[in-house]
């Protein structure tokens, strides 16, 4: 099992004045997390602008933590993670071999980037690009292996623009993944219980009762013969 856990030496190394932080409100803390044997090195970068997309929140270790319990085959696979934030279960898939396009909003994508540039070696798998839930998927393939969330559901107005770029990125014999706290005054479970089953077949694959958090798994429903 992961140590997720930062290490040690993960105290903040820089405190960045205002005039030179990534944003000028900003301070940036770096963290090691070991995941599969590799050591990722992740800059949070906190500050107004970037709000929730700074930080590495626990839905996103639990999923790092699931992909290494379970063994999940990342090898040739072709990847999409969605609300990436700090790239880490992106950048992850791409150490494990997987064809990797890490998104987030376009204000996030300079964090994602410095993390894959950090992490990622040359040559590895790994872009980063602008994904605007509801109005930009179909700029991206609908033939995904594997569709990637950390904490991504808690905002109810959100929740049909999700699923829709859910249906249209995973490919028919793909598979989703979604980490979530389950937050009851953000509708999480909502979306969970009555939304996403309606269009595909849903399972619990692991619940993690001290940080409240779930991870399930999604396929496209079978057709019947007409």
Excluded at 185 to 204: A, D, M, R, V
Aim: charged share 20%.
């Amino acid at each position: 099992m992961a140590d997720l856990r930062p290490d040690p030496a993960s105290e903040p190394e820089s405190v960045f004045p205002r005039e030179v932080g990534l944003f000028a409100d900003s301070y940036s803390e770096k963290s090691r997390f070991c995941f599969c044997g590799h050591v990722l090195s992740i800059t949070q970068n906190f500050g107004s602008r970037l709000g929730v997309a700074a930080r590495v929140w626990d839905a996103a270790l639990s999923l790092c933590n699931y992909f290494e319990n379970q063994k999940v085959d990342f090898r040739d696979k072709k990847v999409i993670e969605l609300g990436a934030g700090t790239g880490i279960v992106g950048i992850l898939a791409a150490l494990q071999g997987g064809d990797v396009t890490i998104t987030d909003l376009p204000l996030a994508l300079e964090q994602i980037q410095g993390n894959v540039q950090a992490n990622v070696p040359a040559g590895g798998r790994a872009q980063v690009r602008a994904l605007s839930w509801g109005i930009d998927q179909h700029v991206f393939p609908g033939d995904y292996d594997l569709v990637l969330g950390a904490d991504i559901v808690y905002r109810e107005s959100t929740f049909p623009l999700l699923l829709g770029t859910l249906q249209h990125l995973c490919g028919p014999h793909g598979t989703i993944y979604l980490a979530s706290k389950m937050r009851e005054e953000h509708g999480t479970e909502s979306f969970f219980q009555y939304l996403l089953p309606q269009h595909f077949q849903l399972e619990l694959a692991q619940r993690d009762e001290d940080e409240n958090v779930n991870i399930y798994r999604a396929r496209h429903r079978e057709r019947r013969p007409v």
